[in-house]
C-alpha cells in the first residue's frame, strides 16, 4: 500500500536501494516493462484504485530505471501521462460546466438571473475544478512517493525541477491555462475560474450567503501554483492572475456603489457603508480570500469611497459636514475622521471644512447681534414694577449698558461656539495637532474679522468682574478667566484691548463696582504670563496708586483726629491719588483738550474746598514739588438729601419729609449744593450753573442730564422737560415733589468714561490708536538699529513685525513709513553702493 507525502524536499526519511537487484540485458525492452508496471500504477493512483499497490515494488522499477540511464525518458513519460489524463478524464467535465449561461453571468454580467441561480452555477464550477485539483494533487504526493529516486537520481544531478513540482505544473498549463475554443468561447479557464470567484464575493458583498470554504480551497490552489515550475514567491498564480482582476473588478463595484451612495444623498449613510466595507474586507481577507490582499483591496475602498468623492460628500445639504457639526453628531464626526485620516493623515478636507464651517457660524454670531434688539433687559429679574398696579414692564437698558449686553452675548456665544468645537476635537478628532492648529487660525481670523472684537472682550471681562462672579466657586472663576485669556489671545489688535480694558478697569477701581480684588490682580497676572510686562504695567500701576490711597487716606484721617476737630457734621473724605501716565485720558479728564488751568478753576462748595485745603496741606508736607489737580468728573459723592412734604398732599409720600442717601459724581455734588441757597420756586438757567461752578461745559452738561433727565432719577426738574441732554439755554429748579421707595439712590453717571462712542469718535479713537501704533514702531525700529547697528531691509522689516505682533498686527505700510520717517529725523540713514546709487540696508545714526 503506498502513502506519504510527495516532493523531492520535506521528505526527511534516508532512502536506501534494494540490496539485491538482478540487472537484466536489454536495457530497452528492461525500461519498457518497467514503465508499463509504473503506467498502470499511475492510472490507479488516479481512479484512486492503489490499495493493491506496492511502494517497494514500484519505487524499484523507478530506481531501476534510473540505473538504466533511461531517467529522462521516465521523467518525459509522467509528463506525457499528467496530461494525457488531463485532456481525457480531467478537462471533458469542467468543459461541460462552462456553459454560455455560466460565461454571461461571470463576465458578460447578464442580467435579469436570480442570486439562487447565479450562486448555484458559480459554486457548482468551482466545485469541479477544487475537486479536480485536490484529487491531482493528492495524485502527485502518491506519485512522487513512487518516483522519489528518480529526483535524486536523476532531477538533481540534471538540475531539473522535482516530478512533484513539474506534475503540479502541469494543472496550471493544461486546466487553469487551456483554451476554450472548442466549446465556442476564447476565453481561457483562469478568466472563468477568476470571473466566478469575483461573482461569488460580489454576492457576499450584497448580503448573500456564499460558500466561504469553497472559495478558500480554490484561492489556497491559487496560492500553491506558480507562473514557471522556478516557483518564484513573487510569481504565485494568486498574485499574477487572480489578484489584478479582483483588485480591478472591485474597483468597478464601489465605483458603482459609491454613486448610488451620491444618488441617495445621505452622508451618514456613506460614512457607516465605507466603515463596514473595510471591517468586512479585512474579514474576508482573512477567511476567504488571502492575507496579501487586504493592503490592497483597503485602498481600493480609500480611493473609490474616500478620496474621489469626500468632498461632494462633505458637501451635502442635510447630511454632510455642517449638519454633523450643527446636530452634534459625535459618532458620524469620529467615523469621518477615522476615514479620512487612512487616506491622508494631514486631513486637508476635513481641515477646510471645519475652518470653513466655523467662519459661517462666526459670520451668524456677529449677523444675529445685529439683528438682536438690547434696548430691553433679557432674562428673569429685569422687569421693573409699575407702582400703579399693572403688570410689570420690561426694564429699558440705556446705551451702556446695551452696549455691554451686546458684548456679553458675543463672547458668550463665540465661547460656546468654542467649546463646542473643542468638544468635537477631544471627542472626534483624537487631538490631532493639525486640527486644533486649523480651527484656532478660523477662529482668530472671524474673531479680529468683527471690528469691535477688542472693545467686547474687555466689556465682557468688566461685566464679569464687576458682578458675573458673584456666588461662583473658585473653580468656575478659573474657568471664566481662562476662557478671557483665551479669547484674548485670538486677538490681533491687543493694543485696542489694552486701551478699553484700562478705561473699564479704572472705572471699577475708581467706583468700587470690582466683585473682587483678589480677583482682579488674578487676571492681571494671568495678562502678565501670556502678554508680557510690558502689556500690564499701566494695570499694575493702577493698583498700586489704589493701594497708596487707601493708605494716604487712613493717614489723613488720623492726621485730623490729631488735630481734635472732632465735629458732627463733618465731611468723611475719600482720596484716590492718581499717577497721570497709569491712568486713561477719560478718567483723568484729558479728552476734552483742557488745560490743566481751566481744571482746576472748577469753583467748589466752601466746606469742600476747607477739605481741599486741609488734604493738600497734609500731602504737600513730605512731598515736596508734587503738584494735585482735582479731577471732578471721575469722583463721587454721599449726600443727604431732605425733601420736605407738599402742603397740599395729605396721603402718600409727598404729604411728609422724605429723607434719602444719594450717591452722585462730584460735579453733581457741586450742581446740587447750589439748591440748598435758593428758593422755592426759583430756576437756575444753565449759564447761571455754569458760571457759578466753572464746570467745563461737557462735564456740566452731562451732570445736568444725569439729574434731570431719567424719571426714577428726577432730583431736578428741566424746562423743558423731555428725553433730551441737558444744552445751554434750558433752566433748572430743585424737584421738591421726588419721591423713591428706596433709601439709599445712586444717580447713574453720564461721562465720557461710560458713554458709548458713535461712529465718529469711533473713527477718532481709531485714528489717535493709529497715531500711538507709529510712535510704538518708532521705538521698536531705534530699539532694534542701536542693538544691530546695520541690517537690511528685509531683516528690519522682518524682526519689527515679529516685535510687534505682540501688541497688533502691524502694516507693512506703517513700518515703511515710518522707517522713512525716522530717516528723515536722522535716526537712520540708508548706506550707498560704490556708485553712489541707495543700497537696500539702514545704518543706525548714533
Not at 521705538?779 to 528685509?794: C, D, N, Y
Amino acid at each position: 500500500m503506498i502513502s506519504g507525502r510527495g516532493g523531492a524536499g520535506g521528505r526527511g526519511g534516508r532512502i536506501r536501494p534494494p540490496r539485491r537487484l538482478a540487472m537484466q540485458s536489454g536495457g530497452k525492452n528492461e525500461f519498457e516493462n518497467c514503465w508499463e508496471k509504473l503506467h498502470e500504477a499511475l492510472r490507479d493512483i488516479h481512479t484512486k484504485n492503489a490499495g493493491n499497490l506496492s511502494f517497494e515494488q514500484l519505487y524499484r522499477y523507478s530506481y531501476k530505471i534510473v540505473l538504466l540511464k533511461s531517467g529522462h525518458l521516465l521523467y518525459d513519460r509522467v509528463k506525457e501521462f499528467e496530461e494525457g489524463w488531463f485532456e481525457s478524464m480531467v478537462m471533458p467535465p469542467i468543459s461541460a460546466l462552462i456553459t454560455k449561461n455560466l460565461v454571461s453571468i461571470t463576465l458578460d454580467g447578464a442580467a435579469g438571473v436570480s442570486v439562487v441561480e447565479r450562486r448555484a452555477i458559480g459554486e457548482k464550477f468551482l466545485k469541479v475544478v477544487r475537486s479536480s485539483w485536490e484529487n491531482h494533487n493528492m495524485s502527485m504526493n502518491m506519485i512522487a512517493d513512487v518516483l522519489m529516486y528518480l529526483d535524486r537520481g536523476y532531477g538533481q544531478e540534471h538540475n531539473r525541477p522535482s516530478i512533484y513540482t513539474i506534475t503540479i505544473g502541469l494543472f496550471r498549463d493544461n486546466i487553469l491555462r487551456a483554451n476554450l475554443g472548442a466549446t465556442g468561447s476564447n476565453y481561457e479557464v483562469f478568466d472563468i475560474l477568476n470571473a466566478t470567484i469575483v461573482d461569488q464575493i460580489n454576492m457576499e458583498r450584497e448580503g448573500d450567503v456564499i460558500d466561504k470554504a469553497l472559495l478558500r480551497s480554490c484561492m489556497s490552489m491559487l496560492e500553491g501554483l506558480f507562473e514557471t515550475d522556478g516557483e518564484n514567491e513573487a510569481e504565485r498564480l494568486y498574485l499574477t492572475t487572480f489578484e489584478p482582476y479582483f483588485i480591478r473588478t472591485s474597483h468597478e463595484f464601489y465605483r458603482a456603489e459609491c454613486e448610488r451612495l451620491l444618488r441617495e444623498a445621505d452622508a451618514s449613510a456613506w460614512l457607516r457603508q465605507t466603515q463596514r466595507r473595510l471591517v468586512e474586507e479585512t474579514a474576508r481577507c482573512q477567511t476567504t480570500i488571502s492575507p496579501l490582499s487586504e493592503q490592497k483591496i483597503a485602498s481600493v475602498i480609500d480611493d473609490e469611497l474616500i478620496t474621489k468623492h469626500l468632498e461632494e460628500f462633505l458637501q451635502l445639504e442635510g447630511s454632510g459636514i455642517r449638519a454633523m457639526i450643527d446636530n452634534d453628531r459625535i459618532d458620524d464626526l469620529g467615523i469621518l475622521y477615522s476615514l479620512v485620516s487612512r487616506v491622508d493623515e494631514k486631513v486637508p478636507a476635513l481641515r477646510n471644512a471645519l475652518a470653513i464651517r466655523v467662519m459661517d457660524l462666526g459670520n451668524e454670531i456677529e449677523q444675529n447681534l445685529n439683528n438682536t434688539d438690547f434696548s430691553i433687559a433679557q432674562g428673569a429679574g429685569t422687569e421693573e414694577p409699575t407702582g400703579d398696579g399693572e403688570k410689570p414692564r420690561p426694564k429699558t437698558l440705556n446705551a451702556s449698558a446695551q452696549l455691554t449686553a451686546a458684548a456679553v452675548k458675543w463672547v458668550d456665544d463665540v465661547l460656546r461656539l468654542k467649546d463646542k468645537f473643542d468638544q468635537l476635537w477631544v471627542a472626534c478628532f483624537d487631538r490631532k495637532p493639525v486640527i486644533e492648529t486649523a480651527l484656532t487660525r478660523s477662529f482668530s481670523t472671524f474673531i479680529n474679522r468683527f471690528d469691535r472684537a477688542s472693545e467686547f472682550v474687555s466689556l465682557f471681562i468688566d461685566d464679569n468682574l464687576k458682578r458675573g462672579l458673584k456666588g461662583k466657586t473658585e473653580a468656575e472663576v478659573d474657568v471664566v478667566l481662562d476662557k478671557a485669556i483665551t479669547l484674548l489671545k485670538y486677538l490681533n489688535e491687543k493694543d485696542k484691548f489694552e486701551a478699553y480694558y484700562q478705561k473699564h478697569l479704572a472705572r471699577r477701581l475708581l467706583h468700587g463696582k470690582s466683585e473682587s480684588q483678589d480677583i482682579e490682580q488674578e487676571m492681571i497676572s494671568r495678562m502678565k504670563r501670556e502678554l508680557g510686562n510690558n502689556f500690564t504695567h499701566k494695570f499694575e500701576g493702577m493698583f498700586r496708586d489704589m493701594n497708596t490711597s487707601r493708605e494716604t487716606t487712613e493717614q489723613y484721617r488720623n492726621h485730623v483726629r490729631g488735630l481734635g476737630e472732632l465735629d458732627e457734621g463733618r465731611i468723611d473724605l475719600s482720596i484716590s491719588v492718581l499717577a497721570g501716565n497709569n491712568w486713561p485720558k477719560e478718567i483723568m479728564g484729558r479728552a476734552t483738550g483742557l488745560s490743566a488751568e481751566s481744571r482746576l478753576k472748577a469753583t467748589y462748595p466752601t466746606e469742600i474746598q476747607r477739605l481741599q485745603n486741609s488734604f493738600f496741606e497734609f500731602y504737600t508736607k513730605n512731598r515736596n514739588g508734587r503738584v494735585l489737580t482735582w479731577v471732578g468728573s471721575a469722583g463721587s459723592a454721599d449726600m443727604k438729601c431732605t425733601f420736605p412734604k407738599i402742603p397740599s398732599k395729605t396721603t402718600g409720600p409727598l404729604s411728609r419729609d422724605r429723607r434719602y442717601e444719594i450717591n452722585v459724581s462730584t460735579y453733581g455734588m457741586v450742581v446740587l449744593m447750589l439748591f440748598n441757597t435758593t428758593s422755592e420756586d426759583e430756576w437756575l438757567s444753565f449759564e447761571d450753573i455754569q458760571a457759578a461752578t466753572n464746570i467745563p461745559q461737557p462735564d456740566l452738561v452731562n451732570t445736568l442730564t444725569s439729574l434731570s433727565v431719567i424719571k426714577q432719577f428726577r432730583i431736578l426738574l428741566k424746562q423743558s422737560q423731555t428725553k433730551s441732554a441737558a444744552k445751554p439755554g434750558d433752566r433748572f429748579a430743585f424737584n421738591r415733589e421726588f419721591a423713591s421707595k428706596t433709601i439709599k439712590i445712586k444717580i447713574p453717571s453720564v461721562n465720557a468714561a461710560n458713554r458709548v462712542e458713535n461712529d465718529e469718535e469711533r473713527k477718532e479713537t481709531d485714528e489717535k490708536n493709529l497715531e500711538t501704533r507709529k510712535h510704538v514702531a518708532d521705538s521698536v525700529i531705534v530699539r532694534i538699529m542701536k542693538q544691530r547697528k546695520e541690517l537690511s531691509h528685509t531683516q528690519l522689516v522682518n524682526e519689527v513685525i515679529q516685535v510687534l505682533s505682540g501688541r497688533f498686527k502691524p502694516e507693512m505700510s506703517l513700518i515703511k513709513g515710518q522707517i522713512e520717517s525716522l530717516i528723515s529725523r536722522e535716526y537712520l540713514e540708508r548706506d550707498e553702493l560704490p556708485d553712489g546709487s541707495p543700497a537696500d540696508k539702514y545704518k543706525y545714526v548714533a
